[in-house]
């Protein structure tokens, strides 16, 4: 499984952006999607998780601003963020789990300024 993360950026507070993550290889029988995030200094975070059947789970910092959604047909998966806050400053990565396996993504750098 490979994952290409993409649509990172700087965006003032307040603003919004579309983090994609695109999947390819053996996709077949991908147990969940996961965007993550670390800021320098700081223990990695989950963010959001969507899973096979669709359901989907959120960090409580997020709740009400982000969305994770996917397109079975792109292989892809989006985290829509909106109303981002300086805080939501990390590089964001997303993360397959398949067969107990865990596979990672590149990180895609999201800078908030105030």
């Known amino acids: 499984v490979q994952l290409q993360a993409s649509g990172g950026g700087l965006v003032q507070a307040g603003g919004s952006l579309r983090l994609s993550c695109a999947a390819s290889?053996?996709?077949?029988?991908?147990?969940?999607i996961d965007w993550y995030r670390r800021a320098p200094g700081t223990q990695r975070e989950l963010v959001a998780t969507i899973t096979n059947d669709g359901s989907t789970n959120y960090a409580d910092s997020v709740k009400g601003r982000f969305t994770i959604s996917r397109d079975n047909a792109k292989n892809t998966v989006y985290l829509q963020m909106n109303s981002l806050k300086p805080e939501d400053t990390s590089i964001y990565y997303c993360?397959?789990?398949?067969?107990?396996?865990?596979?990672w993504g590149q990180g895609t750098q999201v800078t908030v300024s105030s």
């Open positions: 993360h397959a789990l398949k067969d107990y396996i865990n596979y």
């Open positions: 290889g053996s996709i077949f029988g991908i147990n969940s």
